[in-house]
C-alpha cells in the first residue's frame, strides 16, 4: 500500500529555523535569529504545495507576541494561520502526542498526512507516536517526503584531495554536517540521505556508515570520552568500554569507536545521565548537533595562518577600565564560586543553592540568579 501523501509539514523554532534571543527573567522571546538555509527551505517546499506550520513550546510567549517576533525576522508570512501551534495559546507542550495531534486537527488532515521537523529527538518520538511524519532537520525534508533513507555517516576526504572544495560539494549535497575533526577538519560526522551517501561513495570519498538506516529520525548522537582509557594508553585494558558493553542494551547504541571516544545513538527515553564513565572530566560528552556552518569554515591550518600573519593590536586600556579590573581579586572569584557551589547563600538573606544538575528544579533558580548578577 503506497505511503500517505504529505500536505503539511509543521517546525520546530528554536535550534531548528533559528536562534531565540531570550531576555532576562522574567524571561520572553525579544528576537529570532534565522539560519541561513531557512527561507530558502520554507520557500522550496511551499512552491511544493504544502502548507507550512509551526509547532513551539513558546513558555510566556502568546501568539500575536511571537507573530510579531518572526514577523520581525522575515519567515511569518510562510506559515498558515491556523497552523501556528504556539504552546501559551493551547495548554500544552511538545512532551507528549497531544500537541501533535492537535496541530492536524488544526490543519484538517490526519496526522499521518503530517511532518514534523525539528531537532530534538524526544519530541520527534512524540510525533511519531502520533502519527507524524519526522525530519531531524529542514535540509533533510524534501529526502524524507522523497522517501529517502537518513543514515549517520562518517567522512574521510583523501589527504590529497584536502585542499579541493570539497565542503562546499558536501553542502550542495545536503549533507548536514554534526562535527567536524581530524587533521585540517578532513573527518565530518554527518547526517545524509542514502542517495547522498550513494553519490559521496562515488566521488571516492571515504564513508563509514554509522548504525542503522533511519538511526537520524529516532535518536541523537553523541561522543562519549573515555578520559580512563585515555590516561592508560594505548595497548592498555584500563577503560570504560567493557563496562559498557557488559549490557546488550547499552551495547546496541555504540555506533562507532573513534579517537574522540565512543560514539553512541540515544533514542528518547534514554538519557547521558545513564552513562557515568570512571575518572572522567567536565565536557567528556558531547552532542553532536547539527550546523551546516561547519562546512562553510576553511581548513584549521588556513585559520593558524591567518592568526599569525596578523600583528595583534596593543591592548587600548581606558583608566576607568583599569579601575574595574583591578576589582577582580581572588577573594571576589571565590565568593562567586562559593555562592553558586551552593557554599552559602547565593544573594543575601537567600538560601544555598542545592544542585545546578540539569535535572534539578534548583538549576532554574542557578540559572535566573546567573542572569540577574551578570
Known amino acids: ?40 527551505i520554507l520557500g522550496e517546499l511551499k512552491a511544493k504545495g504544502l502548507r507550512l506550520g509551526v509547532i513551539s513550546n513558546t513558555g510566556d510567549d502568546g501568539g500575536p507576541a511571537v507573530d510579531s517576533i518572526l514577523s520581525a525576522a522575515g519567515i511569518l508570512d510562510f506559515f498558515a494561520d491556523p497552523l501556528k501551534i504556539y504552546s501559551k ?70 589527504p590529497q584531495h584536502a585542499t579541493q572544495d570539497w565542503r562546499a560539494l558536501l553542502l550542495r549535497e545536503r549533507v548536514v554536517p554534526l562535527k567536524v575533526a581530524g587533521p585540517n577538519g578532513t573527518v565530518v560526522y554527518a547526517t545524509a540521505s542514502q542517495r547522498a551517501v550513494a553519490r559521496l561513495i562515488n566521488m571516492r570519498f571515504g564513508i563509514e556508515l554509522l548504525g542503522n538506516p533511519d538511526a537520524p529520525q529516532i535518536t541523537d548522537l553523541f561522543i562519549l570520552r573515555d578520559d580512563l582509557a585515555a590516561a592508560t594508553g594505548f595497548m592498555d585494558e584500563g577503560g570504560e568500554a567493557e563496562r559498557f558493553f557488559a549490557s546488550d542494551e547499552d551495547a546496541s547504541l555504540v555506533v562507532s569507536a573513534a579517537p574522540e571516544g565512543l560514539v553512541v545513538a540515544l533514542p528518547a527515553g534514554r538519557t547521558l545521565e545513564e552513562f557515568h564513565f570512571r575518572r572522567a572530566k567536565h565536557g567528556h560528552n558531547e552532542k553532536l548537533i547539527p550546523d551546516p556552518a561547519l562546512l562553510e569554515q576553511g581548513p584549521a591550518s588556513e585559520a593558524r595562518e591567518f592568526v599569525a600573519a596578523v600583528e595583534p593590536a596593543p591592548p587600548q586600556l581606558q583608566p576607568a577600565e ?26 543575601p538573606g537567600g538560601s544555598p543553592i542545592v544542585s545546578r544538575h540539569i535535572f534539578h528544579p534548583a538549576n532554574a533558580r542557578a540559572v535566573e540568579a546567573a542572569a540577574e548578577e551578570l
Do not use: W
Not at 500500500?1 to 531576555?23: C, E, K, Q, R, Y
Not at 581572588?330 to 551552593?342: F, I, K, T, W
Open 1 to 40: 500500500m503506497a505511503a500517505p501523501t504529505i500536505s503539511t509539514v509543521f517546525f520546530d523554532l528554536g535550534d531548528t529555523l533559528g536562534t531565540p534571543v531570550l531576555s532576562p527573567p522574567p524571561v520572553h522571546l525579544v528576537a529570532f535569529e534565522v539560519f541561513d538555509f531557512t527561507t530558502t
Open 89 to 158: 495559546d493551547v495548554g500544552m507542550k511538545k512532551d507528549s502526542p497531544a500537541i501533535f495531534r492537535r496541530a492536524a486537527q488544526e490543519a484538517s488532515v490526519p496526522t499521518n498526512q503530517c511532518m514534523f521537523v525539528g531537532e530534538d529527538a524526544h519530541e520527534r518520538s512524540f510525533a511519531r507516536e502520533a502519527g507524524m511524519m519526522v525530519a531531524p532537520h529542514p535540509l533533510l525534508a524534501v529526502e524524507v517526503l522523497d522517501g529517502q533513507q537518513l543514515r549517520y555517516i562518517r567522512i574521510t576526504v583523501p
Open 322 to 347: 583599569i579601575q574595574q579590573l583591578a576589582q577582580i581579586t581572588g577573594q571576589v572569584l571565590l565568593d562567586r564560586v562559593e555562592r553558586y557551589a551552593g557554599k552559602k547563600p547565593v544573594a
